[in-house]
């Protein structure tokens, strides 16, 4: 089976679009939604992500551009999310379809048990018939703003529900060369997408651009779900890809899917701090696949506590993986460097500074 006819069988379907489409396309919402309806009926579960309240919410408010003060942002995102559901609303009722507003934080998927909640959320929407559509909480969450895109979060958001296939609607043909021409497949990315990614222009009323998408698209196609990416504004765009036709760009997902713990680790949570290992620690963690013990750490960074995600580096600097810390800065580094013959009763049983069931290598 090919790569762009194995996306008919996808099951579990991701699809986000973004704010420039949604603000500038009157009609987007009702192709969506027969979209929508049509994947469905062919027994398919979709969740929407959904830019587009930020702008809806600055022209709603009578301002010429999208401001830059956090506070005028937050009240556009207020203004807007409610206009961006009642299209969304009436698009879909038009299907006999119902829609329901999932507003997320970095905070609510860093959290493990307030990410299992908001999945199980989403999944007794789905059994109930329910479309969702999920958004960031853009009103409250000021880091948000500042530093995310909704192009990562449906990256989160698609181990969060074990998606197959990511979809990312955007105002372009896919990933394109500098003459212009689409890239069709890309199934290395450092090879085959990186070297075509420019960088955003400024302003406008979105937040991604191609690098987002891409980067995006790496950490789905690591969690396991094939993604592409293709404009939004092309008729029937979302049909063509489920029905495997060349349109956009397929990135094609990992042969070893990441678990969906190991994708959290990896991708939702931040680095409180770092360990640096030795070179014999490194090569044991990174060739061997063994846990980080306390012999082979030479140095330690920040002031993280016991859970807290930490960087794990070379003695260069280098960042090989991610992991669970389970200790406190201070205790690891009392401990740091000790064998584990040689460590006290207080901290008899500690060697284990992060378990390889809780590190993720290669893979940020």
Known sequence: MSERAHLCRSRRVVIKIGSRTLASDGVVYERLAR???????????????????????????GWKSRPREVAKLQAAAAAGQTALMLLYERAFETEGLEVAQVLLTHADL???????????????????????????????????????????????????VD????????????????????????????????????????????????ASKVEAARRATISGADTVVADARQPGVIEAILAGEDVGTLF???????????????FTLRPRG??????????????????????????????????????????????????????????????????????????AGRSVLVHRDELVIGAV
Do not use: C
């Open 35 to 61: 979209a929508v309806a049509g994947a469905r009926r062919e027994d398919r579960t979709v969740v929407l992500v959904s830019s587009g309240a930020i702008a809806l919410g600055v022209r709603r408010l």
């Open 110 to 160: 860093a959290d493990r048990v307030r990410a299992n909640n908001a999945r199980a959320a989403i999944q007794a929407l789905v059994d109930a018939g329910a479309i969702p559509i999920l958004n960031e909480n853009d009103s409250v969450s000021v880091e948000e703003i500042k530093f995310g895109d909704n192009d990562q979060l449906a990256a989160l958001v698609a181990p969060l």
């Open 252 to 266: 094609v997902a990992s042969k070893s899917r990441l678990p969906a713990k190991k994708s959290w680790i990896a």
């Open 274 to 347: 770092a360990l640096i290992l030795d070179d014999g620690a490194a090569h044991a963690v990174h060739t061997l696949g063994k846990s980080v013990l306390s012999i082979g750490v030479v140095g330690i960074r920040g002031d993280f506590r016991a859970g807290d995600a930490v960087r794990i580096l070379r003695t260069d600097g280098t960042e090989m993986g991610r992991g669970l810390v389970r200790y406190a800065a201070a205790d690891a580094a009392r401990i740091a460097g000790t064998p584990t013959r040689e460590l006290g009763e207080e901290d």
């Open 163 to 210: 998606a197959d296939l990511v979809v990312l609607l955007s105002d372009v043909d896919g990933l394109l060369r500098a003459d212009g021409a689409r890239v069709a497949v890309v199934r290395d990315i450092a090879r085959e997408a990186l070297p075509h990614v420019r960088a955003p222009a400024a302003g406008g009323v979105g937040s991604g651009g191609m």
